[in-house]
T-cell receptor
């Protein structure tokens, strides 16, 4: 298995532009998580899905952020419009259902908003 | 919801010494406690985990202890090596919602 796949690995954009981050979870994993990591705030859970359904989006900063999971093998995190304070590393992670299981992280997308 | 606190935020030890990182959690329903190691520019990776039905688990130079009564758990690294230098995160999770909460991280530096 290739593990959790994220794209792009790096993204540089200008303030006001739309940014779309992509994630492919490990096959067979029913849970998918989006995290944001910054020096100031550490690792923050933004949203997570179970069987493609959003379960808890209380960590999503504001309406500029949205996440979708149209099928079991693909999820997107969109920021529109982006702002410099959105600059961070965004990780996607997945895990199996049932008893709390280890979350496996993707390589992350390093986002810089100028 | 769950709140996880981690101490210290930075830790510097001499090669060969032991390192201990401590975490506390607030939700008594939490029953799964993983530890992740994150090297610079890389993803967090699981190094050890413990469930609430055991008090201690060991894997070579790494061990984790859990005190459910006090709601705290600790990571112990013995015979530290420079390659142990990284940021370590603790986390706590409950069976019901799979919503894992992470500590703020500890930056460990092992000096050769």
């Amino acid at each position: 298995d290739a593990g959790v796949i994220q794209s792009p690995r790096h993204e540089v954009t200008e303030m006001g532009q739309e940014v779309t981050l992509r994630c492919k979870p490990i096959s067979g994993h029913d849970y998918l998580f989006w995290y944001r990591q910054t020096m100031m705030r550490g690792l923050e859970l933004l949203i997570y899905f179970n069987n493609n359904v959003p379960i808890d989006d209380s960590g999503m900063p504001e309406d500029r952020f949205s996440a979708k999971m149209p099928n079991a093998s693909f999820s997107t995190l969109k920021i529109q419009p982006s702002e410099p304070r959105d600059s961070a590393v965004y990780f996607c992670a997945s895990s199996r259902t049932g008893t709390p299981e280890t979350q496996y992280f993707g390589p992350g997308t390093r986002l810089l908003v100028l | 919801g769950e709140n996880v606190e981690q101490h210290p935020s930075t830790l510097s030890v001499q090669e060969g010494d032991s390192a201990v990182i401590k975490c506390t959690y607030s939700d008594s329903a939490s029953n799964y406690f993983p530890w992740y190691k994150q090297e610079l520019g890389k993803r967090p990776q699981l190094i050890i985990d413990i469930r609430s039905n055991v008090g201690e688990k060991k894997d070579q130079r790494i061990a984790v202890t859990l005190n459910k009564t006090a709601k705290h758990f600790s990571l112990h690294i013995t015979e530290t090596q420079p390659e142990d230098s990284a940021v370590y995160f603790c986390a706590a999770n409950t069976y019901n919602n799979n919503d894992m909460r992470f500590g703020a991280g500890t930056r460990l530096t092992v000096k050769p």
